[in-house]
Structure formats: C-alpha cells, structure tokens
C-alpha cells in the first residue's frame, strides 16, 4: 500500500476519534482553552468586559462556530459528537482543497 | 493557543500580520521551487492532518484544555517553509469557518503556530538526528523533543502576547482594554500547562509517527520527503 494511502486511513481514524476533544473536556469538566473565553466568561473572570475585547469579539461570525452548527447550542452530546465530526470532514476537504489549488501555483511542474 | 478576537490590540494584530506578510512570501517562493506537482498531496495531507489534530482537545481535569498542533511533524517530513503553508492554511479555515482563532489575531496565531513551531521543531530535530542512521532511536527521541520545545516556544510568545496587552492598552483609570491578564499570569498559565501537559501530546505524536515511519516508509525520513 502506498504511504500517501496509509495517511490517508490514519486521517479517517482521527476524523472519528475526533468528538474525543468533545467528550473529554466535557467528562473530565475542564472549561475552555485559556485565553480563549467568550465575553460571559471574561466578565464572571475579571467583573468587567474589556471595552475594545467587548468591541473586537464580534468583528467575525463564524459559520460554524466552535465546531457545532448554528442553534445547536444544548443539544445531547451525541448530536454535538455528530457536528464536530462533520466540521472535520468539512474542514479537512477544505484544507486538501486550498493545499491543491494553491500547488498549481506553488510546485514545478517537472 | 488561538488567540481569539478581542485579545489583543490592533497594534499588535497589525505587528504580527507585517511580521507575517514577508514569511508566507518567502515561503510560497521556496515551496514553488522545491516542489514538483506529484508531492502536492502530501501537503495537503500535511493541512489536514494539523487541521483535525487541533480539534482533539485534551482536558486537564477540572481546569483548561489544550491539544497538539501537528506542525513539528509536517515541518519533519516536508521541511520548514512547506509546514508553514501548511498550518497557515489549517489556522484561517479554523479562524474563517469555525471561529478558533480570531481573523484579526491570525498574524499572531501563525507567527506562534505556523512558523515559530514548526521552524524550531524542525531545527532542533536536524540538530539532534545529526548523522544518524535512518531507523536509529535517536531519531524517534529527536522528534520528540523536537515537538516538545516547538509547540512549547509556541505557548511561550503566545503567553507573552496576551500578556503584553494590558501594558499596552488601558483606560486612565487603569481598567484593560484586551486580553486582561498580564505577563505575570499569562505567560506562566500559557507556558506551564503546555509544560506539563499539552506539550507530551506533541512531543508523543510526533515521535510515534516517526516510528512508524522508520519501519514502513523510512525514504520519507532520508530526504524530508521530498522525493517520492
């Protein structure tokens, strides 16, 4: 088997261990990344939100936000799991994607 | 270790994206150079491969989560310049589509994660499996320690970015404007949990693959991968 094929069977195998990143933070009840709060969170951390944080934090509305779609928010973790291996499917075909277009411009063509 | 909107300011969004600018154009011009069309998937999977590893959140129980990048082990096999492309792809699909990372803040994200790590990565494991025979364990604990130090050098600017902000920026009254925690609290938090924690992910992937690399494909270990 090539190896380009092999990496491509250990990508798959991440793609649906992926909702582990879910699933463990949730078990273990570890909040989010530091550094990485929504405005709630900075306000119960420091009493205040930081005027240009407050101002900044909706320069962009993600399509899918946090790996989940949109009104999803509360849903069972099983559907959350499903999303979040969706998004990885998703952003994975986007990143090949990107990566192939961007080599014809960027590769010899030896 | 992305950095949200709204944690630093636009002096240093704007720093980072100039810092950025010149790096993606030497790096477009070394990859058009040295790569043939043929070696155009590994790169993609390259991409792929950081993009998925960062989804895969490792909690320290009761406190934060953190995850591996990837970016040691692309910038192994594909070189340095070829990885930065690379993350630097995964990190603005990740900031654009699904809000990890900030779009004003993806100067800074890259500089930490698409060149910082992967360039240190890379270097420290050229230096450390100097002259070693392709299936040698030196190799094996070189990528380890290679993406141990990589993503922890990461954590580190990341930690001193946030940290500088409420230097930087805060009304008279001294209330912050950005990120609220100075040097003293975020470099620390940033650079200890990845010490103690986030970084062994890193350091343990890129090791482990490399292994297996040895036994089944070991030519992709003898010239960075670049002639298949």
Known sequence: MKITT?????????VVLSPLG???????????????????????????????????????????PDYAFKGWEGKPIVVLSFAYILSAVIGILLCVGVVLILGKFLSRKD | MHIPDGYLGPATCGFFYLIMFPIWTA????????????????????????????????????????????????????????????????????????????ITAIGANCFNMAFVLPFAGYYIYKAVSWNTPVNSSRKIF??????????????????????????????????????????????????????????????????LVIKYLQKNSPELLTQEGLNL
């Open chain 1, 6 to 14: 092999k990496f491509w069977i250990g990508l798959s195998a991440l």
């Open chain 1, 22 to 64: 879910l699933l463990l933070p949730e078990h273990f009840k570890a909040g989010s990344a530091w550094g990485e709060w929504g405005v709630d969170e900075i306000r119960e951390l420091v009493g205040y939100i930081p005027k240009g944080l407050g101002k900044l934090s909706t320069f962009w509305s993600a399509p899918i």
């Open chain 2, 27 to 102: 790096a477009s011009r070394i990859v058009k150079k040295t790569f043939n069309a043929r070696q155009v998937p590994l790169l993609a999977i390259g991409a792929a491969f950081s993009f998925v590893i960062m989804m895969l959140n490792v909690p320290i129980p009761g406190g934060t989560t953190g995850h591996a990048v990837g970016g040691v082990l692309v910038a192994i096999l594909l070189g340095p310049w070829a990885a930065c492309i690379a993350i630097t792809v995964a990190l603005v699909i990740q900031a654009l589509l699904f809000g990890d990372g900030g």
């Open chain 2, 142 to 207: 070189a990528a380890g320690l290679a993406g141990y130090i990589g993503i922890n050098l990461a954590a580190f600017l990341a930690g001193v970015e946030f940290g500088l902000q409420p230097l930087l920026h805060h009304t008279a009254s001294g209330q912050v404007l950005y990120c609220p925690y100075g040097l003293n609290v975020a470099v620390p938090v940033m650079l200890g949990e990845h010490l103690l924690i986030f970084g062994w992910v890193e350091a343990i992937v890129t090791a």
